[in-house]
């Protein structure tokens, strides 16, 4: 089991930045892919970026490609997504996930671990 713990979301105007932040405890011995989706009211929980065990494959949603980095510090057991060049259109609720593999997945079933989230606001 491995358990992802959220931090980092808060209230942001727009054109601002935030950091989010996962931290895995558990069975991270593992080799797994990790990455970030979110879910905004009344609409599916689409994905937003995904990184591999090494970081050597990296993907992210079109909608933002350029403004959103994900990295991850496997010393520390933590994935990050700096969020630049926030809009409102990102306000939602943003969930890390992991899966013990090696490729990375673009689909929420592909995950077999999830965080509670971490609510991220962006005003206007």
């Known amino acids: 089991q491995v358990q992802l713990v959220e931090s980092g979301g808060g209230l942001v105007q727009a054109g601002g930045s935030l950091r989010l932040s996962c931290a895995a ?3 991270t011995s593992r080799t797994y892919v990790m990455g970030w989706f979110r879910q905004a009211p009344g609409k599916e929980r689409e994905f ?6 090494s970081g050597d494959m990296i993907d992210y949603a079109d909608s933002v490609k350029g ?28 969930y890390c996930a992991a899966d013990p593999r090696l490729r990375i997945g673009l689909t929420a079933n592909e995950y077999a671990y999830w965080g ?7 005003s206007s």
């Open 48 to 53: 937003v970026a995904a990184i591999s065990w």
């Open 67 to 94: 403004r959103f980095t994900i990295f991850r510090d496997n010393a520390k057991n933590t994935m990050y997504l700096q969020m630049n060049s926030l809009k409102p259109e990102d306000t939602a609720v943003y």
């Open 116 to 122: 509670q989230g971490t609510q991220v606001t962006v």
């Open 25 to 27: 405890s558990g069975r």
